[in-house]
């Protein structure tokens, strides 16, 4: 039987929120130059939320985009991209300047901001791209850590892909 149980997320006023369906497909933290620069231009944002770990990292819980659905508020949202073009964008919540999910748009997934949990966030479960993280030497050995993207990552987002495909 398929996890049906429901989490809420929300931006920090409480103005926009939405749930996902069921666990994660990973928790990450991600130390990689795109999501440190779409985190600083997030938090320049007035009244704008942390974004970035103290360490550097940004802390994510992937879902499939067939597992999430907004309750209120969707028309506050608005897409942040790096550059022009990018296929991935960073929605923020016009109301308090929340980050709350990005989306790799050739992806099937979204990675929701994991603090958007409060505290029901489940865990980090590994560090990617950790070649990117400032201070290399201060690495936490809490979670496995990865350079690049472990074939973990990778494999844990075909099988996703195959469940939807399948209809699980």
Request: hydrophobic residues 40%; contains cysteine; charged residues 25%.
């Amino acid at each position: 039987m398929p996890n049906t149980k429901r989490t809420i997320a929300q931006c920090a006023c409480g103005s926009v929120e939405f749930y996902v369906i069921g666990n994660p497909i990973l928790g990450v933290a991600c130390y990689c130059d795109d999501c440190q620069e779409g985190a600083r231009q997030i938090e320049a944002l007035p009244s704008a939320s942390p974004v970035m770990c103290a360490d550097g990292g940004t802390e994510l819980l992937l879902f499939r985009k067939d597992r999430m659905e907004f309750l209120k508020g969707g028309e506050l949202l608005r897409d942040h991209r790096i550059k022009d073009g990018s296929p991935t964008r960073r929605v923020v919540a016009t109301c308090c300047n929340t980050a709350l999910f990005l989306d790799f748009q050739k992806g099937h997934w979204f990675s929701v901001y994991r603090a958007r949990f409060g505290d029901d966030a489940p865990p980090i479960q590994v560090r990617i791209q950790t070649k990117f993280k400032p201070n290399h030497d201060t690495i936490l050995n809490d979670v496995p850590s990865y350079k690049t993207y472990p074939l973990r990552f990778v494999g844990k987002l075909m099988a996703a892909r195959v469940a939807m495909l399948i209809g699980r």
